[in-house]
């Protein structure tokens, strides 16, 4: 269960804004606090910019999970791994994102636009906030996964 505390940063670019914005009320329906970073609008901006700002609130502690949403979900996915602190998801329906969490411990969902519908989105971001990560094998795993 996440703690009423707990803040998810989210962004997107220009191909996501519009999906981030319909699944930011999901998480404040769960009591979280919300850290927009942008992009609010279509204007054509590069996606690496806001998947390093989310993992940027998640190293500096100012966020325990993220959201990210670019077209496919790929490259800002990618942007966001690039720092250690982050294990970002890209995530296609409820079972990846409960197996993300479960056995990955993922702490950024990424979600492309052109590629998931905004109900489905919406579901897989509930089951991503609801589901703690197991533990137990997983945890050598997990802890690979920041490594140089």
């Known amino acids: 269960m996440t703690d009423a505390t707990e803040t998810v940063a989210i962004a997107a670019d220009h191909a996501g804004y519009a999906l981030k914005d319909q699944l930011k009320p999901v998480i404040e329906a769960r009591g979280l606090t919300v850290l927009d970073l942008g992009t609010n609008g279509p204007d054509r901006v590069d996606y690496p ?39 970002a998801a890209l995530v296609h329906d409820v079972t990846s994102a409960r197996l993300a969490r479960e056995h990955n411990d993922a702490n950024v969902v990424a979600f492309g636009q052109r590629l998931i519908g905004p109900e489905t989105a919406r579901e897989a971001l509930k089951v991503f906030l609801a589901t703690e990560f197991s533990g137990g094998r997983h945890v050598r795993r997990v802890a690979k996964l920041s490594k140089g």
């Open 49 to 87: 910019d806001f998947g390093h700002a989310v993992a940027d609130a998640i190293r500096t502690g100012r966020a325990t999970r993220g959201l990210v949403v670019c077209g496919t979900g790929i490259g800002i996915s990618i942007a966001a791994n690039r720092n250690p602190n982050v294990r």
